[in-house]
């Protein structure tokens, strides 16, 4: 028996299925994690097995401890994962954040982050009690720039970073009143 998170919020879109992840969801995270299109989230061509690994347990025991966490994004249809979003707050970040990865590069463009986004975050505001979201991104990553951009969020040049790596740049998302009232 595999166990899973039980008790988690799922979110449903009209593509997607956003869910708490589970073992199953290795197999596609995995080659992710050890590729170098996860190297602004912490992973890369240099990492192993072992840290893809540990990536998905960091993810399920953010549940576990915060009550949330990152929803496996999965296709509705096909019912296959398509990548990760959703509210995170490690202990040393600043500032509660939405983040999103897309596993496969084949998903990509097709506005399945985007779709996912709007969905958590209207669950941060309206479910969680968040009244403001950051996102953290890399100066370098112009795909989630692009999408913080189409999201509405804007650059916020004095907000804090976090101290592992403050060369990122943080981009506020909008107001619960704006979001919630769309």
């Known amino acids: 028996m595999t166990a899973h998170l039980v008790d988690t919020t799922v979110l449903q879109t009209e593509r997607l299925v956003l869910r708490a992840p589970r073992a199953a969801d290795f197999e596609a995270l995995a080659p992710f994690i050890m590729s170098d299109r996860a190297r602004f989230v ?65 998903d990509e463009g097709r506005g399945y982050a985007f779709e996912a986004v709007e969905a958590v975050r209207r669950h941060a505001y309206a479910d969680l009690g968040w009244s403001t979201a950051v996102s953290y991104i890399d100066p370098l990553n112009d795909r989630s720039r692009a999408l913080a951009a189409r999201l509405g969020c804007t650059l916020d040049a004095d ?3 976090p101290d592992r790596d403050p060369a990122l740049e943080v981009w506020r998302h909008p107001a619960p009143s704006e979001v919630l009232a769309a």
């Open 42 to 106: 912490g992973g890369g061509a240099d990492k192993d097995i072992g840290h893809a690994w540990r990536v998905l347990a960091i993810f399920s025991g953010h549940w576990h401890l915060r009550g949330y966490g990152i929803f496996v994004a999965e296709h509705r249809a096909e019912g296959r994962p398509l990548g990760s979003v959703g509210p995170w707050f490690p202990g040393d970040w600043p500032e509660q954040e939405l983040g999103w990865t897309i596993w496969d590069a084949s």
């Open 159 to 161: 907000a804090p970073r």
